[in-house]
């Protein structure tokens, strides 16, 4: 049985994957009540940690300006942010978590570079004194992203960025993979044209398989929990020093 801020810091990490998840599936994969997952529930959605829909949640970007520390998604991002200087351009990967990465970048002035119209929307509403650049395209409706050959190149060219911030959903120690191949094809040309690239991964990225792989480049940093799978090793990891439930047994017929 784990406390409440196990389970909590594991439901949390759920939706930032998934985006939403079932209150049923949640209280079976964890071996605990539906009742008491109500309850976690109620909690986190005061906490202003997520939203709760008919039979289950969603999950919430933390608000500009606000107090987000304790949130474990902030953690992450936060020490994402440590390594971005003013004036520097980044490639955001297109998941909700590059936006909580910008609300850690505060006052710091970028140059944001995304071809994700979910985040450009969430951007153009944002209250931070970053340039935005829409690297366009026509809309790819299975993976949610702007693509087009020139848009692509573009990254090798005049929107070279300095950084490419990637949010995988699954990472070994040398490869970064992706549900949807175009999703890889943009990570990897990111990578290959910044000047230095940054995994901010929650850790069941690190227990997670997807079909679309490339290499990790070389000298990249990967962030993440201090749950770490056996094994997995890297010379640029960072650790954010939280309560996590790594010995939670998953169970691969988890309903979503």
């Not at 300095?162 to 999703?183: F, G, Q």
């Amino acid at each position: 049985m784990y406390v409440a801020q196990e389970r909590r810091a594991y439901i949390l990490r759920i939706l930032q994957q998934r985006g939403s998840i079932r209150s049923s599936a949640l209280a079976r994969e964890l071996g605990v009540t539906d009742e008491t997952i109500r309850t976690d529930l109620v909690d986190m959605q005061a906490q202003g940690l997520l939203q709760r829909v008919h039979g289950g949640a969603r999950y919430i970007l933390p608000t500009p300006g606000s107090d987000s520390s304790p949130r474990p998604d902030c953690q992450l991002a936060a020490l994402a942010a440590q390594h971005i200087e003013p004036g520097m351009s980044i490639y955001l990967d297109s998941d909700p978590l590059a936006l909580v990465f910008v609300s850690q970048l505060g006052e710091k002035p970028c140059t944001l570079l995304t071809n994700s119209p979910e985040l450009l929307t969430t951007l153009c509403a944002t209250p931070l004194p970053h340039r935005i650049i829409c690297l366009g395209g026509e809309l790819d409706k299975d993976c949610g992203v702007l693509d087009s050959p020139a848009a692509l190149d573009s990254l090798s060219g005049g929107h070279r960025p300095d950084a490419a911030l990637l949010i995988p959903p699954a990472l070994r120690s040398d490869v970064a993979a992706y549900r949807h191949p175009l999703r890889t094809t943009w990570a990897r040309t990111a990578t290959e044209a910044a000047g230095k690239t940054i995994l901010m991964v929650p850790s069941l990225a690190l227990q997670a398989h997807a079909p679309h792989i490339f290499p990790l480049p070389g000298g990249c940093t990967i962030i993440t929990e201090n749950n770490l799978p056996p094994g997995f090793s890297h010379p640029n990891l960072e650790l954010i020093p939280y309560i996590s439930a790594e010995d939670l047994q998953q169970n691969s017929g988890f309903d979503y």
